[in-house]
């Protein structure tokens, strides 16, 4: 199939593809695949009145009707499922499989928001006070901006669009603009829910902006978007954070990592060597939560280091969309080019760097493909605390717990964590308070492939926003308490008297 053809088969058309001005290009081979229309910032106060105007509507609807319509969205994915996850593969470059996994995430966060749409639970509270009662309501916020990355092109934008549609938000949705074909056709898909939904969904409830940082600071600065959710990196947080919250809105960020897995003298080698190949290459190094550092006993060092080595050495590098590749292509040649300057640093800080070259052999010409490198490093150096976008894997050695929690949490961000270890001490310490200071932190298990269940996100330059599971949904809401007084007198709190 040609890339028009798989953009085809996922929904779009050749109008969607051509006359504008935005070259999209495939990670695959560097093609350009279409030329699509960007939104221009002057349209954007009319977008944001449109979902301004959606959600005066939406937040009146009852909560599980608007989970009827998330419902709908996620019977749309299920049977589009292989062309979206066709399209992934071909405009972030991911393999077959992590595509179609996308899709799924994607429809496990409709299943749970669906739930949740019966489900958004308030409180009664003891008041102090006789013949008073006190309760905890949640309510809809507004429009919901969501700002994703090229990685998670797709499920991004679900996890925040699901809980913030049952919410009771409308939602504005600014992807990448290296992957805004995926995002259009998500639009069909929902397009074809829209219509099935019926007329109680407003216009202007599901809304897609395609283009750069311009439109992103329209969202990010109008007091019309209560909340904005932007996934990416810690540069881009740190401009739109402030930018949200200098006009009081309520900023989701979901930013870099800097994911450590440590492995204990008692870890089960084989498992441990499975969970780093996977955390480490798959996606080629590309999602916030992949492993990047590795803080192993030197009991157990050499051993695996050997293992991974060898097991490196016969990683399937190429194309994405043959059976059996397991590491597709970096986005771009920038993205390359700052891995191989990484490495370059790490070497000058003492780095022993094997693999992490750039491959023109055996893959299609024009995209960006690497040799995942590990580097070997006599101490937690500058680039060790740098995220690298890209398959890097820093190997550091440890010999007591405390300095390998300590090295685990001695980095700028705080996304994920994990151990390997069979022994239970060790294991509860790393969760402990004591233990890993991340969002996310796992035993025996990588640091990424989170389900959504879940809450997601993570601490210090990671953002502290959460997303997708446990209770994130109140992200989505605020918060309202109320006292009642059906009695027939007055009595302040805290005995305060205040007669005249
Ligand atoms: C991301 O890279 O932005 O936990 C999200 C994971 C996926 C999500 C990654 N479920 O790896």
Redesign the pocket.
Known sequence: MTHIDVAKAAGLSETDLTGGSLAVHSPIDGAEVARIKATDPAEMPAIIARSQSAFKTWRNLPAPRRGELVRLIGEELRAAKEELGALVTLEAGKIRSEGLGEVQ?MIDICDFAVGLSRQLYGLTIASERAGHKMSETWHPMGPCGVIS?F??PV??WSWNAALALVCGNPVIWKPSEKTPLTAMATMKIVERALARFGDDAPDGLLQLIIGGAEIGEALAISKDVPILSA?GSTRMGSIVGPAVMSRWGRPIL?LG?NNAMVVAPSADIDMAVRAIIFSAVG?AG?????LRRLIVHKSVKDGLVDRLVKAYASLPIGDPREAGTLVGPLVDAASRDAMLRALEVAKSEGGTVFGGTAVTEGVPKGGAYVVPAIALMPAQTDIVKAETFAPILYVMEYEALEDAIALQNNVPQGL?SCIFTLNMREAETFLSAQGSDCG?ANVNIG??????GGA?GGEKQTGGGRESGSDAWKGYMRRQTSTVNYSAELPLAQGVKFDL
């Open positions: 995430e990355a990685n998670f499920a991004v996934t979901e990592g996606t590309q999602r916030c939560t992949s994920s996310i640091p990424s492939g989170a389900e959504i997601f």
